[in-house]
């Protein structure tokens, strides 16, 4: 039988070579590669950030040191408004002649229960988009200089 290939046969394919992929630096930064490369005895550059878990600034910012608590004392006041006695008892009033509940109220006005509880109890600081809904619910005014 004669051959398909006259001469001698070769092979056209180029050797391929697989390599280990590049460490990424976060694996390098990890504590068993940094052991592992200081038994093989492979040179590890280590750096010590000099304001490593502070909160403080380096000296070589050109701006003033400034007190922030002096600052704050100064500029804040010292606590928010609150939501006052007469608003409170006029909410709780005005839900309970409805017979509902805080958790019903809560969902009328698409709030949390929480919410309406902090109202009540005079921890919520006011919020006049949450009164509005409040008003347009109970039917009673809440906002304004006269509440009754």
Known sequence: MPSRYPGAVTQDWEPVVLHKS???????????????????????????????????????????????????????????????????????????EKKISQADLAKQINERTQVVQEYENGKAVPNQAVLAKMEKVLGVKLRGKTVK
């Open 22 to 96: 590049k460490q990424k630096s976060q694996d390098l930064r990890d504590p068993k590669a940094v052991n592992a490369a200081l038994r093989s005895g492979v040179a590890v550059q280590t750096v010590k950030k000099s304001d490593a878990g502070t909160n403080k600034k380096g000296k070589s910012t050109a701006a003033p040191v400034i007190n922030t608590r002096k600052l704050d004392e100064e500029t804040e006041p010292s606590a928010m408004d609150r939501v006052k006695a007469e608003v409170r008892l006029a909410i709780q009033k005005a839900r309970l």
